[in-house]
């Protein structure tokens, strides 16, 4: 072989070995994970950015409490009568047995069929994002274990299932229909 060609011929496989290289290391290179909902639902829905999560909420309708929301596992949605428009006051040891129902910004939110009033995102004291309907904010209840429980409704006077129709920002959460549960260790919120 002569020189020339042989040269021409190393060139070509360093060549391919760079390219090679390069597509591995480019293959190895970590991407950055989407973040989604974590849980967590508008009558117009909070416009969304490109790419981003949806969030659709659920209802359930209960003979003694009528129709009230639920998050998209079907598990009870609160509303806290301490609140005011927009503003969760829940935080700290309250909000580990009570947590927001949260989601990221730009999530797309949509209300179950029949719901009357507007779902929006508001910001919490951590720096979260937390589903509100009708300016109060929605949480979930640590006590709940399953789908249709609703073990936090009355609790304290304070907590109450978040109702499908619209109490509005300035109306008090509806008292409980059903006996209210009473509470031994949930104290202070």
């Known amino acids: 072989m002569r020189p020339t060609i042989r040269l021409i011929s190393l060139a070509g496989v360093a060549t391919a ?4 290289a390069a597509a591995c290391s480019a293959a190895a290179t970590p991407v950055a994970p989407v973040l989604g909902a974590t849980d967590t639902p508008t009558l117009a829905p909070v416009m969304a950015t490109p790419n981003a999560t949806t969030l659709t909420l659920g209802v ?3 003979p003694s409490l009528g129709a009230y929301l639920t998050g998209p596992t079907g ?3 609160y509303v806290f009568k301490n609140d005011t428009p927009d503003t969760s006051t829940c ?3 309250c909000a580990t047995t009570w947590p927001g129902l949260t989601a990221a910004a730009g999530t797309m939110i949509t209300p179950p069929t ?9 910001t919490r004291t951590d720096g979260t994002m937390q589903v509100a309907y009708d300016h109060q904010p929605l949480y ?7 789908a249709g429980d609703t073990t936090g409704q009355g609790l304290l006077g ?3 299932v978040a109702p499908l129709t619209s109490t509005g920002a300035s109306a008090s959460p509806a008292a409980p229909s059903a006996p209210a549960a009473t509470a031994t260790t949930n104290t202070g919120y």
């Not at 029949?114 to 508001?122: N, P, Q, R």
């Open 158 to 160: 304070k907590w109450f």
């Open 140 to 146: 979930y209840y640590s006590g709940d274990s399953s």
């Open 91 to 93: 935080t700290g040891t």
């Open 114 to 122: 029949g719901a009357t009033g507007a779902l929006s995102l508001i």
């Open 17 to 20: 070995a760079l390219l090679v």
């Open 75 to 77: 598990m009870t949605l």
């Open 60 to 62: 359930t309708n209960d």
